[in-house]
Antibody, heavy 119, light 106 residues
Framework: EVQLLESGGGLVQPGGSLRLSCAAS????????MSWVRQAPGKGLECVSG????????YYADSLKGRFTISRDNSKNTLYLQMKSLRAEDTAVYYC????????????WGQGTLVTVSS | EIVMTQSPATLSVSPGERVTLSCGAS??????LAWYQQTPGQAPRLLIY???TRATGVPARFGGSGSGTEFTLTISSLQSEDFAVYYC????????FGPGTKVDIK
């Protein structure tokens, strides 16, 4: 059974940093591209970042302007999202997501971790 | 950036009714269109990809159609567990989602 378990969310002050982790199990991790998708409270879905199975290729939403870094450790079956210079508008549930094949369709989602940026 | 739209924003339906949800793209996305279902407090669930292919385990009452800029999700007979928010997503370029359609009980 595919499982994606996020951790690392919490309350952080504006301008602060946070690192999210996603522990994956139930599939061959390095065979799949992965992603982080966020959802602000009561709002819709936004793809934040993606990474290829090998980790060599990374992709980001233009709106992030270099503040976030996605990475993975295939030896630990873990995906990461390093976030810095956080703003109130980054407040959201962050979902770890697995891509379907060579597409950016999400076929499996974690349960999400809440990041709250507030003073 | 491809902008996705969905209509209506909210749909009030009785169980057993047929439901049709619409999704539009600001430019052609070919058939690179997916649909997701999200119930309160839960992560989204993939229903449809490639505009009309049901994901594994998705009941046959869910159907997708369309190509280019106009797409439709049809639920042939709404069940109680189908009351949820439905999102479309294009993956022709950097993935973007529509604002969602909430299907609630009439």
């Amino acid at each position: 059974e595919v499982q994606l378990l996020e951790s690392g969310g919490g309350l952080v002050q504006p301008g602060g940093s946070l690192r999210l982790s996603c522990a994956a199990s139930g599939f061959t991790f390095n065979n799949y591209a992965m992603s982080w998708v966020r959802q602000a409270p009561g709002k819709g879905l936004e793809c934040v970042s993606g990474i290829s199975g090998s980790g060599r290729n990374t992709y980001y939403a233009d709106s992030l302007k270099g503040r976030f870094t996605i990475s993975r450790d295939n030896s630990k079956n873990t995906l990461y999202l390093q976030m810095k210079s956080l703003r109130a508008e980054d407040t959201a549930v962050y979902y770890c997501a697995r891509y379907l094949g060579a597409t950016t369709v999400v076929d499996y989602w974690g349960q999400g971790t809440l990041v709250t940026v507030s003073s | 950036e491809i902008v996705m739209t969905q209509s209506p924003a909210t749909l009030s339906v009785s169980p057993g009714e047929r439901v049709t949800l619409s999704c539009g793209a600001s430019q052609s996305v070919s058939s690179n269109l997916a649909w997701y279902q999200q119930t309160p407090g839960q992560a989204p669930r993939l229903l449809i990809y490639d505009a009309s292919t049901r994901a594994t385990g998705v009941p046959a009452r869910f159907g997708g159609s369309g190509s280019g800029t106009e797409f439709t999700l049809t639920i042939s007979s709404l069940q109680s567990e189908d009351f949820a928010v439905y999102y479309c997503q294009q993956y022709s370029s950097w993935p973007s989602f529509g604002p969602g359609t909430k299907v609630d009980i009439k």
